[in-house]
């Protein structure tokens, strides 16, 4: 074994993982010290007398909405899938997670051209029947309840992917038990699969509802006021970052008591999946009950995709004016910075990684957590807490470089991509750092034993050795972070340099401007990317129940 220096490279790497991990957590830091602060009394009393409990009741009205419509969609449908045979079930099971591809504020607009006054389902109802404004009611589609359908038809396959994944884990053995002991097919269900996949169900429930309360686009569009549109407006309208900082800590509040609510309603209970069930048998749907298998699988898969999917590429194609140099350019700028960002999480998950695989003390480990919660917070809150240090230091380098040259430098942290990749990085590094722990944790220790025994260090290692055979891993992970730049839009819309437009941002500003089929060309572009991940990540969940699927 070849002797370390004081400061090897695992050395460096292993203290650098708690600076890393401060470096990460600083916006979220700053969020929490913020109700310790002062200077915004008047905003904050106007806001408390005004619109603080629509916010609060719209944001728990959304999320009881969201949860409550993706299990309805995603839990039967991942039951018929992983239990029973129907024809068509191979066919669902890559088309129903699916939907995720889509934005959330993306399919808003798609079904508001759709469904709206103006719209060819209310133009051709009022043509058939001769009516007028005022003759008939419809549905509001820009509504709490619209805002709550829409999310909902995007965030079931959370549940989907991971209760069908549960239910193909579950003892093959427990469903046959139950039909010996005279329960039917629906009893069993409901009294034995629905408890048995129970945390796997919450998981989804709660990944759904943390995208709900980020959710910025959608519940501006349809004007519904909620915690994160209270922020933008706070943050621009007032022009108070203290207060818009108060109002992300409350919204902070309400995603950490979501996470505790999940566990604390499960601490007592034990879960044992037994071995992995293999399901040669299944439950053979015919007639009817084969029916309520297809309108339970094709329901969310219309709605959610092909729907919005023909729409937009209809647009596209045949109504959308745009610029082809303008769209190239807004390419190219979500392009790169969606790459940069993917770059720098993966890069900061493997030093993260490492550190934890080389020196796996206390300090290590709590870095390594600590780092991971940005994925749970909302963009909107991550923006805010990013742009009170940067903006910190710029002034200080302004003052310093106005005192030694006297020339004004301008912002350059915090008026720069800058600003957008630090905020990428806290928001998606639980990501990037989640499949790089994967990857290293499948690589036996051995290797690094006898990789060290040849004299290489522990750098080359993993340069050499570990990212190697990793490599899927990675690139699985490059390619989620990359989808999910793509598709950000809070933090996006904060933070951007002037005069910086990404595909997210020319599609919200374009359907602001109620110019929905000009929005599509981006918004096309945005799901079509989002596919690949989607399918990527169906793919890796069917391969690890290659027997069940």
């Given at each position: 074994m070849i002797a370390s220096s004081p400061l090897s490279a695992s050395r460096i790497v292993a203290a650098s993982a708690p600076l890393l991990a401060f470096v990460v957590a600083l916006p979220v830091l700053i969020i929490v010290a913020s109700v310790f602060g002062?200077?915004?009394?008047?905003?904050?009393?106007?806001?408390?007398?005004?619109?603080?409990?629509?916010?609060v009741v719209n944001s728990l009205v959304l999320m009881l909405g969201v949860g409550t419509l993706t299990l309805i969609l995603g839990v039967p449908a991942a039951w018929f899938t992983a239990v029973c045979a129907f024809p068509g079930r191979r066919l669902f099971i890559w088309l129903l997670p699916l939907p995720l591809a889509f934005p959330a504020y993306i399919i808003a607009y798609t079904y508001t051209g759709l469904l709206d006054y103006p719209g060819p389902v209310q133009t051709f109802i009022r043509?058939?029947?001769?009516?007028?404004?005022?003759?008939?009611?419809?549905?509001?589609?820009r509504s709490l309840g619209g805002a709550i359908v829409m999310l909902g038809l995007v965030l079931y396959p959370y549940v989907f992917l991971l209760a069908r994944a549960a239910f193909l884990e579950r003892s093959a053995a427990t469903l046959e038990v139950s039909r010996t002991l005279g329960y039917s097919v629906r009893r069993s269900f409901f009294r034995l699969a629905i408890p048995l996949a129970r945390?796997?169900?919450?998981?989804?429930?709660?990944?759904?509802?943390?995208?709900?309360?980020?959710?910025?686009?959608?519940v501006q569009y349809?004007?519904?006021?909620?915690?994160?549109?209270?922020?933008?407006?706070?943050?621009?309208?007032?022009?108070?970052?203290?207060?818009?900082s108060q109002l992300s800590a409350a919204l902070l509040f309400f995603v950490v008591l979501l996470i505790f609510m999940e566990r604390y309603s499960r601490r007592r209970a034990?879960?044992?999946?037994?071995?992995?069930?293999?399901?040669?048998?299944?439950i053979r749907l015919s007639g009817g009950q084969a029916a309520w298998a297809w309108v339970s699988c094709l329901l969310p898969v219309v709605l959610g995709f092909a729907l919005p999917g023909a729409v937009l590429l209809k647009w596209t194609l045949f109504d959308a004016a745009w610029d082809g140099g303008s769209f190239l350019a807004l390419i190219w700028n979500s392009f790169y910075l969606a790459a940069l960002a993917a770059l720098i999480a993966v890069a900061c998950a493997l030093v993260l990684g490492y550190a934890r695989r080389n020196r796996n003390t206390r300090l290590v480990r709590a870095s390594v957590g600590v780092s991971g919660l940005g994925y749970a917070i909302?963009?909107?809150?991550?923006?805010?807490?990013?742009?009170?240090?940067?903006?910190?230091?710029d002034h200080r380098l302004i003052d310093l470089a106005k005192s030694l040259t006297g020339a004004q430098i301008g912002l350059v942290l915090s008026g720069s991509i800058v600003a957008l990749l630090f905020a990428y990085t806290v928001r998606f590094?639980?990501?990037?750092l989640g499949a790089v722990q994967s990857g290293l944790d499948k690589i036996k220790p051995s290797i690094d034993h006898a990789t060290r025994s040849l004299g290489r260090r522990p750098i080359r290692v993993l340069a050499e050795i570990h990212v190697p055979l990793m490599r899927s891993t990675v690139l699985t992970a490059l390619l989620i972070v990359f989808v999910d730049v793509m598709k950000e839009l809070p933090a996006t819309l904060i933070l951007r340099p002037f005069d910086f437009n990404t595909l997210a941002v020319r599609a919200y500003e374009l359907a602001s401007d109620e110019r929905l089929a000009d929005a599509a060309a981006p918004s096309i572009m945005i799901v079509l990317v989002g596919v690949v991940p989607v399918i990527l990540l169906s793919r890796t969940i069917s391969r690890g129940h290659a027997g069940q699927a």
């Open positions: 002062s200077g915004s009394g008047a905003t904050w009393g106007h806001l408390w007398n005004t619109v603080l409990a629509d916010y043509d058939v029947a001769g009516w007028g404004r005022g003759d008939y009611w419809f549905p509001p589609i945390p796997a169900i919450a998981t989804g429930v709660s990944l759904a509802l943390m995208e709900t309360l980020a959710d910025y686009g959608t349809f004007g519904v006021s909620t915690f994160t549109t209270g922020i933008f407006r706070t943050f621009y309208g007032f022009d108070d970052i203290t207060a818009a034990r879960y044992d999946t037994g071995s992995a069930a293999r399901h040669e048998h299944r909302p963009g909107a809150i991550v923006a805010i807490g990013v742009i009170v240090p940067l903006a910190w230091v590094l639980a990501i990037s």
